[in-house]
């Protein structure tokens, strides 16, 4: 009658088939780390990092995701905020476009934005003739770009944020003669401030890796468009021994990013 | 210093709430009714969270609302001090902080204002607590900070939303009895709302109570205990209410002595009785009940198929019987009776 019973021990253990798909999920993501670490040419390391190319790229992919960062908190934390908590005629449709972004192919995306903000596009015509500046085949180019596919992270992870903030805190603080301004100041953006680090990281994670909007809207030129993935693209076509170290560039600087991060601000995602 | 609310406000289709209230300077009123009666609305129309659809919201002859002649102020200029209902401390922000915000957002200097906090800790017991953060406070704690929180800016006004009823019976009695003292040291007006008539009695001079966004009776503790208009007032309110000292299983109250199923408490009490748990009989009773008493009937409500008995010393108890019962028994004022109450049916709670 006790081998009916099951052991305590074996309750606890994880199932096997749990850990077995477990362990082919991670194998996806290892696999081809290892495949691009394998492929380093180590000796020629130092001299093909320190070339004009990818310097360049790296400084441009940096001060791109950092930009586009920057103006998602700027443009999308208000953003966020009107979905979560205005209610105006509309409001399922203007989630729909913000949310575009994150399943429209990069290309599709960066076709989009050459017909509109083009030399001769709709936007891009008229602010042409007033200003004289062009976005296409500028650096920012690249920005606009970036923050395109990059920015719906931000306004997603803020807007999910303000929608669980119970807006009773707000009332308190209003209760407590704080004005409105303060009141989103001491108490609404501090108190979804785990949100906000979590969609600080996500946002620049997507953009320090953008690819496809930015070399068709932006192009590909180097120093001025060229960002780190555009230079590993082109040199896999010249240079193999480039594209592996670029790509070994861009592991180790989200990884530092990422990992350092995570230790200190968003161990909650 | 005195409020005047006398508005309608539609919060929904099947709830309007029409009150009208008027609390002078340290009075304490207290609206008693069950959830969903619209008391939170109230308390959020007065303090400034909403908007009336109809009438005027005045604090010492000061209009804060009064939709007729466009006048609405915000609740961030109308220095009302609130308790919320379960708190609402900042999670991200001290004990000292939490009570500081009000004198921050008013401009008031830093040091100024956390000296002031201190101060207003220590009054509420919390000394050495500042540095807590919300999430690590009990909730007769938090009830405190909250309290010492809505006080610090000195409010022409002081609403408090259930403040008691988030607590265990332990920290209860003794959040209580500093909520009463510092209600009895506030000068303004002051209005509670709770679902427990226990709460009401022992907080308020004045109990409104609301019903579907409607007050159906007011009246002192007493008016409301002996006399309800509507069953549902007796049901809420009509709870026998006694204070006593227990000692090992008798509770006495004044000359008498009530038998009841606790012997681990002991000290001053308090003592709830519900009218159907008290028996009447036309001769002395036999059997089980601990409490048996003579008496006579001092007055007989009807509220339709129910009756409503009060009887005289020793205790003044007010019994619910059928009215077919009472016909039966032949209960008129007058009449002697003994009454009955068994010592499970006594509620008995700490007062100290």
Known sequence: MSSSKTRRSDSRRTPLL??????????????????????????????????DVVLDALRLSLVASVAATAIAVILGIPLAWMLAR??????????????????????????????????????????????????????????????????????????????????????AAASLGARRWTVLRRVTL???????????????????????????????????????????????????????????????????????????????? | MSLEAKFRLRRSASLEIDVDLSIPP????????????????????????????????????????????DVFIGAEHRNIGVVFQDYLLFPHLTTLENVAFGLRSRGTPRDDALNRSLDWLRRVGLDGMEERRPDDLSGGEAQRV????????????????????????????????LLQQHLEAFEGPRLMITHDPTEAFLLADEIHVIESGRITQSGTADDLRLRPLTPYAADLAGANFLRGRAVEGVVEVGEHQLRVAREDVAGPVLVTIAPTAVAVHTTRPTGSPR??????????????????????????????????????????????????????????????
Do not use: C
């Open chain 1, 18 to 51: 749990l850990m077995v798909l477990a362990g082919l999920g991670l194998g996806l993501f290892v696999v081809p780390l290892v495949g691009l670490i394998g492929r380093v040419p180590w000796t020629d390391l130092p001299q093909l990092l320190g070339s």
């Open chain 1, 86 to 171: 205005v209610d105006f005629p509309g409001r399922s449709l203007v989630r729909g476009i913000v949310i575009l972004p994150l399943v429209l192919p990069p290309v599709v995306g960066g076709a989009a934005l050459l017909f509109a903000l083009g030399r001769s596009g709709l936007v891009g015509e008229p602010l042409y003739q007033a200003t004289g500046l062009l976005l296409p085949f500028s650096t920012w180019g690249v920005i606009v770009a970036t923050t395109f596919v990059s920015m719906p992270f931000m306004v997603i992870t803020i807007e999910g944020a303000l929608s669980g903030l119970d807006e009773r805190y707000e009332g």
């Open chain 1, 190 to 269: 501090p108190m979804i401030g785990p949100s906000i680090v979590s969609g600080l990281v996500l946002t620049w994670a997507r953009a320090f890796g953008e690819f496809g909007a930015t070399i068709t809207f932006a192009g590909n030129l180097q120093g001025r468009t060229q960002t780190l993935p555009l230079a590993v693209f082109v040199s896999l076509e010249s240079d193999r021994d480039a594209a592996v170290a670029i790509s070994l560039l861009m592991v180790a600087v989200s990884l530092v990013v990422l990992v350092g991060l995570r230790d200190r601000w968003w161990r909650s995602l």
């Open chain 2, 26 to 69: 340290r009075a304490t009123v207290a609206l008693l009714g069950p959830n969903g009666a619209g008391k939170s609305t109230i308390v959020a129309a007065i303090a400034g969270l909403l908007e009336i659809d109809s009438g005027r919201i005045a604090l010492d002859g000061r209009v804060l609302d009064e939709p007729a002649s």
């Open chain 2, 146 to 177: 909250a309290l010492a929180r809505a006080l610090v800016s000195e409010p022409d006004l002081l609403l408090l939303d259930e403040p008691l009823s988030a607590l265990d019976v332990a920290a209860r009695s003794s959040t209580r009895h």
């Open chain 2, 291 to 352: 409490n048996t008493w003579a008496t006579t009937v001092a007055a007989v409500e009807r509220l339709g198929p129910r009756v409503r008995l009060r009887t005289d010393g020793p205790l003044q108890l007010t019994v619910e019987l059928t009215a077919a019962a009472t016909d039966e028994l032949g209960l008129v004022p007058g009449k002697e009776i003994w009454v009955a109450v068994k010592a499970t049916e006594i509620g008995i709670q700490t007062d100290n």
